[in-house]
């Protein structure tokens, strides 16, 4: 099983429309999570941080789950420009660990 | 303007050649670090440096070198001996520590193919 899991899409919505991935991870003593934008061919970006009481910015919404082991994130009113590869990232020991990524493609 | 560069950004290789990517940053960060992305996977790592003249292998060194030299740089070679090198490779940059904290930024990439 890897260490950090997500659905790798595509999510095709139309825009205006609430989207929402989940990454789930295996190691309970994981203690940093982010969430990272990738666009296609590009480096990723760093989008947010992820805290247990839940953090929003914007029409994003990242949220985390320590008891089910996973971060969520949430766009509201999705725009075309949302459309990339959403990098879920896990911190454990000092080591940063990269999901596969989901991604979203939003149509007008 | 502050950033990371990375060249080439497309590289065609010949089976059995080794490579050299380069990395360069002038963000005055300490630490930098190798990455390699295939579709379908995450991003894995191949080696960091956290000082000049020191590094450390990542989860996946093998077939790979690098150094440190400069505060600057720290290029990537590809060598014959790693057996399925196509793929896309991202440097990236931190002050030291602040990697966990999201304080990690990446250079735009090279993609390389092995012909």
């Known amino acids: 099983r890897k260490e950090v899991e997500q659905d790798p899409g595509p999510f095709n919505v139309p825009e205006g429309a609430t989207v929402a991935f989940n990454c789930t991870y295996s190691n309970s003593a994981s203690q940093s999570f982010f969430w990272y934008r990738q666009d296609c061919r590009k480096e990723p970006k760093l989008l947010m941080s992820?805290?247990?009481s839940g953090n929003e910015d914007g029409r994003f919404t990242a949220q985390l789950n320590r008891a089910s082991q996973y971060i969520s994130l949430l766009i509201r009113d999705s725009k075309l420009s949302d459309s990339a590869t959403y990098l879920c990232v896990v911190i454990r020991n000092n080591d940063m660990r990269f999901g596969a990524g989901t991604r979203l493609t939003v149509k007008p | 303007d502050g950033g990371i560069t990375q060249s080439p950004k497309y590289l065609f290789r010949k089976e059995g050649q080794n490579v050299t990517l380069s990395c360069e940053q002038n963000l005055n960060h300490d630490a930098m670090y190798w990455y390699r992305q295939d579709p379908g996977q995450g991003l894995r790592l191949i080696y960091y440096s956290q000082i000049v003249n020191d590094f450390q292998k990542g989860d996946i060194a093998e077939g790979y070198s690098v150094s440190r030299e400069k505060k600057e740089s720290f290029p990537l070679t590809v060598t014959s001996a790693q057996k399925n090198p196509t793929a896309f490779y991202l440097c990236?940059?931190?002050?030291?520590?602040?990697?966990?904290?999201?304080?990690?930024?990446f250079g735009p990439g090279t993609r390389l193919t092995v012909l």
């Open positions: 992820v805290y247990s």
């Open positions: 990236a940059s931190s002050i030291a520590g602040t990697h966990l904290a999201g304080g990690q930024f």
